[in-house]
């Protein structure tokens, strides 16, 4: 017998395919990363066209069909972050989060400690203030800890000098993920992490996608895109992702180019 599963889901991408049905690419909390099939559901009559959305929220009812796509049957739109989907600054942050998910998750392992994140962060996005940019990368650094991929920013692996408060610079090495200060000397590939980028670091890391407001991280925010952005690289190329992705990451972190 075909297994359905109830659950719900975070349309993360969708594309069009064949005459009225698309092909979604969906966060769900009970199976992670869902490829399906929604048929018919771009014809004005179907009752599933509003759960097709990137960047929505839904209860839905996914039936497995034993080695292609899961299909669709039915669901109901829980949340569709109506200023999100308006704002275009918020919108493009979301969708470069979306992005970044569909190429970290693998398929079908459930993780609902991060689909919940994700939901709080498009939440936060929707119905907060806090720059948009701050709550992306807030995103991206607790994703890739969750995920197990970030250098452990609590000071020098090799003496112990804490961070910023001990105002060292310490380099961050991608490839071990560990930081070493200055006076220990500088792994070969370093990235440099002043006192002020680690401590901005750390407060995304510890930002409450919850709470009321991020932090204020005035004149910060283009040293962390850097660095984020370069640890975030450097993980899609381990993982031989998408250059097409890492693209758009640049143009993303350098609108001008
Ligand atoms: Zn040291």
């Given at each position: 017998m075909r297994k359905t599963t109830v659950t719900k889901a975070i349309m993360l991408h969708g594309r069009n395919y064949g005459e009225a049905d698309?092909?979604?690419?969906?966060?769900?909390?009970?199976?992670?990363?869902?490829?399906?099939?929604?048929?018919?559901?771009?014809?004005?009559?179907?009752k599933n066209r509003?759960?097709?959305?990137?960047?929505?929220?839904?209860?839905?009812?996914?039936?497995?069909?034993?080695?292609?796509?899961?299909?669709?049957?039915?669901?109901?739109l829980i949340e569709s972050f109506v200023r999100l989907h308006r704002d275009f600054d918020r919108y493009a942050y979301a969708s470069f989060l979306g992005e970044f998910l569909i190429q970290v998750l693998p398929e079908k392992e459930p993780d609902p400690e991060l689909c919940y994140l994700f939901l709080q962060t498009l939440n936060h996005l929707d119905k907060r203030e806090t720059p948009p940019e701050v709550?992306?990368?807030a995103f991206v650094l607790q994703a890739l800890d969750h995920l197990g991929y970030r250098p452990a920013f609590d000071g020098c692996s090799?003496?112990?000098?804490?961070?910023?408060?001990?105002?060292?610079?310490?380099?961050?090495?991608f490839e071990d993920g560990t930081l070493v200060c200055d006076r220990c000397g500088r792994p070969p590939g370093g990235y440099r992490l002043t006192p002020e980028l680690l401590a901005s670091c750390l407060a995304l890391e510890a930002m409450d996608m919850r709470g009321p407001a991020g932090p204020e991280l005035t004149g910060q925010m283009d040293g962390v895109e850097a660095f984020a952005g370069q640890l975030?690289?450097?993980?899609?190329?381990?993982?031989?992702?998408?250059?097409?992705?890492?693209?758009?990451?640049?143009?993303?972190?350098?609108?001008?180019?």
């Open positions: 698309r092909i979604m690419v969906a966060f769900t909390k009970e199976r992670g990363r869902v490829d399906f099939m929604a048929r018919g559901v771009r014809k004005i009559k179907s509003a759960l097709i959305q990137p960047l929505t929220y839904s209860d839905v009812e996914l039936i497995e069909t034993g080695g292609g796509l899961d299909l669709l049957t039915q669901g109901v709550v992306a990368w090799r003496c112990g000098v804490p961070g910023p408060d001990a105002g060292v610079v310490l380099w961050a090495s975030l690289e450097h993980v899609l190329e381990r993982r031989q992702k998408s250059a097409r992705f890492i693209r758009k990451l640049k143009e993303m972190r350098n609108p001008t180019c």
